[in-house]
């Protein structure tokens, strides 16, 4: 049989439809786990398999969706048995029609990983691997990990995959209609980050209909540079006679996908609400479209959890002062693990305008193996701007290139052939963008060819390990005039000579100057000099109020600033002051998610102020500032459980003074919260929970998988006034409508949000909740509103 990504090469794959959907067509029962009919009714699934393959389906996805350790954690049968089971099945259809593919299908876990959760990435690793490894034992023709929302889950899966099995790997993600992930990635970040890793393919899958779908598809298929996915639902649910329906039926489904084709997507494919039906009109009504070679072009960039900064599109600031070299209070810090330190740097850095941080922490006698990593995850906790991971250490820098959320920058490889072999694995693994010294065995060259040879040498060896020109910054390595009289002159030459041949660069501006009076007027004068001559990324200080001079007024000069915005915002103003420190109260700490601060400034506030003032006069106001950033889509759902967390830390402080004092802790009102009978997934729940806490409700939280008669009974005996449902899948939906019909009989004065993927406006009108929340602080402004009524 033709291999699977030469078939993609040469010509459209199509993927099946719903399962769930098929299933409970089938009869399964609302809340029923549908993995454990692989083994209890097998039949049923190959019957399935073999619907959606007579429909002209090409790749069937196992029946293993929510097959992960926590889904079956307490029950009687192992991940390891259900996969197995499941890639039979799939394999028994395959045989019975003689053609088609067997996708172990991979879904989320159903937990948000730390930080902002309490799954470490190491576990959510180890959780991917054991399905990994059981399908490809099974004998899986691919993966597709699916309906994913959160880029370190991706990356946490995508290296599963590639680790521990030499299948193809799909990805598909379930963006919101703005465009972005659950955890605020935008779609550059996405491309970015599933394209370095390795992914054989790429799209979208569930969230909504072909509709909404088409305008997120076109920027992604400007974007990418590997085979496009597309997999939308039926359109959007709604309840008839009890079941859940859709409103796009399968010839205007199949319209759509017309569209979607004509775009170049590779693999279409239908979600939740697409039967047999729907995949057979698609396949008729677009298999003779020829299929595209991707748009995109590989990009010279770097991303964090929610964003790309671009070397390719004007020259980057990067942010040159977490690196501890001859600064003693930041080595100082880094050895007493005094992270806020480090943080608070950071957080200046990206204030003053860094693109994207340099992280050091060579420390004579410091562990950078352990400590390097632990900084990352610090940094990207409070931090969204990309990083650079700068050590001479290969160990140290693939412990952080590995949990490191986005695609990092390598700090960095040479000309010496031992460091070449010890970071082009790592660069090629991790996808990172590598910072390349023009030096070699023999040293620093003092000539502009010889580092230009040197280049050459890099770009050869790089492309061994399949690292194209793309992949490198190059640094002409900046040596101080001080002692080199021409050290300037050759720098600026090759930097020349490297944009002239299309090559990126960057540098450490400040090495110019040492040894000299007035660095940072130098500093300043070479970094527009540098720039002119086609410096891609500077390495220097964003706190100098000189090189964010060099820098605006270049951009301005040098075209990079059109309608000169960015220079009129720094400079019509009066000049801002370096020093940030007296602007950093307990909001800013809260604001910025900063919760050993937040829980020390309380501390200093309560010797002379209230517990009531200082939750009046910071906690509340801080936390609605950024609870309007993310209505307002200029904060993401990092910040706002990151601000969260932070006030919770000051309210345990202010909690306890309370107690001491012999007062009572506000309470806004009691709020009962539980994910549905069925559904495992608390992500949303928990989010939700987390932000009424913080906004002063006491919250009842049931867990997940809870049944209607147990909520029921949880609202009579506490008289709990609010219930807030929770639902990702659509199998699972109809116990929600079950609990709020029994809420409706028993306690009929209760009132009921509910939110999740699976739900609109519409559908949760439909299933008789009195309010819909799209997202968690929507259910925070109902719930002020609600007691604020009673």
């Known amino acids: 049989m033709t291999s699977l990504l030469d078939s993609l090469k040469n010509g459209r794959l199509y993927y099946d439809g719903a399962c769930g959907t098929y299933l409970q067509a089938q009869g399964l029962e609302a809340g029923a786990l549908p993995e454990l009919l692989n083994i209890d009714a097998p039949e049923v699934i190959v019957d399935m398999h073999r619907a959606y393959l007579k429909s002209g389906a090409d790749i069937i996805l196992t029946n293993t969706f929510g097959a992960n350790r926590f889904k079956f954690a307490d029950d009687h049968v192992s991940v390891e048995t259900v996969v197995a089971a499941a890639v039979a099945n799939g394999k028994a259809a395959v045989e019975a029609e003689a053609h088609g593919y067997v996708s172990l299908d991979i879904g989320p876990l159903g937990k948000i990983l730390a930080p902002l959760g309490d799954v470490a990435f190491e576990d959510a690793y180890d959780c991917f691997k054991e399905i990994v490894l059981a399908g490809a034992e099974a004998g899986a023709d691919l993966i597709t990990i699916e309906t994913m929302s959160d880029t370190y889950e991706i990356k946490a899966a995508l290296l599963a995959a590639k680790e521990n099995s030499d299948l193809p790997v799909f990805v598909t993600a379930a ?254 693994k991790y996808g990172g963008l590598c910072v390349a010294l023009l ?174 003032d200082i939750i009046n006069g910071y906690l509340v106001p801080s936390l609605d500032k950024v609870g309007r950033g993310f209505e307002e889509k200029t904060l993401f759902l990092p910040q706002l459980l990151r601000a969260a967390d932070a006030a919770a830390s000051a309210f345990t402080v202010i909690r306890a003074k309370m107690d001491e004092e012999g007062n009572v802790a506000e309470n806004k009102g009691r709020i009962l919260v539980a994910t549905v009978k069925g559904d495992i997934h608390d992500i949303g729940k928990n989010i939700v929970k987390a932000l009424l806490e913080n906004y002063g409700f006491d919250i009842l939280d049931l867990g997940k998988d809870v049944s209607p008669e147990k909520i029921v009974a949880a609202v009579k005996e506490e008289h709990i006034p609010l219930v807030g449902l929770s639902a990702l899948m659509t199998t699972t939906v109809p116990f929600m409508e079950e609990t709020i019909d029994l809420l409706k009989k028993q306690a009929p004065d209760t009132k009921v949000m509910v939110g999740g993927a699976v739900l609109t406006k519409d559908y949760a009108e439909e299933i008789g909740a009195h309010v819909y929340c799209k997202d968690a602080m929507a259910s925070v402004r109902f719930s002020e509103s609600f007691f604020e009524d009673k």
């Open 175 to 428: 963006f919101q209609e703005d465009g972005r992930l659950l955890t605020g990635c935008d779609m550059d970040a996405y491309v970015e980050m599933v394209t370095a890793l390795g992914a054989d393919a790429m799209g979208m899958n569930c969230s909504f209909g072909p509709v909404q779908t088409l305008p997120l598809m076109e920027k992604m298929a400007s974007l990418s540079t590997i085979p496009l996915i597309v997999s939308p639902n039926a359109g959007l649910p709604s309840i008839k006679d009890g079941k859940t329906t859709y409103d796009i039926d399968a010839e205007a489904f199949s319209d759509y996908m017309i569209q979607f084709a004509e775009m170049g997507v590779g693999v279409l494919g239908g979600c939740c609400g697409t039967l047999p039906a729907y995949i057979e009109k698609t396949v008729e009504k677009t298999r003779a479209i020829p299929v595209s070679s991707p748009k995109g072009r590989p990009r010279s960039a770097v991303s964090s959890y929610t964003h790309v900064v671009d070397f390719d599109e004007k020259p980057v600031m990067i942010g040159e002062r977490l690196n501890p070299t001859g600064k003693k209070y930041l080595g100082q810090a880094l050895k007493d693990r005094h992270t806020s330190a480090v943080l608070a740097i950071a957080l200046e850095e990206e204030e003053d305008g860094a693109h994207v941080l340099d992280v050091n922490v060579g420390v004579p006698g410091l562990n950078e193996v352990a400590v390097l990593p632990e900084m990352i995850r610090a940094l990207q906790g409070v931090c969204d701007l990309p990083l650079a991971i700068d050590t001479s250490n290969p160990v140290a820098m693939e412990a952080a290139a590995r949990i490191y959320n986005g695609r990092p920058l390598l700090n960095s490889v040479s000309g010496k052939k031992s460091t070449m072999d010890a970071v082009f694995p790592i660069a090629k």
């Open 439 to 612: 030096l070699d065995d023999e040293g620093i060259p003092k000539t502009v060819e010889k580092r230009m040879a040197i280049a050459d040498a890099i770009l050869e060896e790089g492309a061994r390990y399949g690292l194209g020109h793309e992949a490198f910054l190059f640094d002409p390595l900046a040596m101080t005039i001080s002692s080199q009289k021409d050290g300037a002159v050759v720098v600026l030459e090759t930097l020349r000579r490297l944009k002239a041949r299309g090559l990126h660069s960057t540098l450490g501006v400040s090495n110019i100057s040492f040894g000299l009076p007035n660095r940072e007027l130098i500093n300043s004068n070479f970094y527009a000099m540098c720039l002119a001559a086609g410096l891609s990324g500077g390495i220097v200080n964003p706190s100098s109020a000189l090189m964010q001079k060099a820098y605006k007024s270049s951009m301005a000069l040098l075209g990079c600033d059109p309608d000169f915005s960015d220079f009129i915002a720094a400079f019509t103003e009066e000049e801002k002051t370096a020093a940030h420190a007296g602007d950093r109260d307990l909001s800013y700490a809260i604001e910025k998610g900063l919760s050993k601060d937040a829980k020390d400034m309380t501390v200093a506030l309560l010797s002379d102020h209230s517990p009531i």
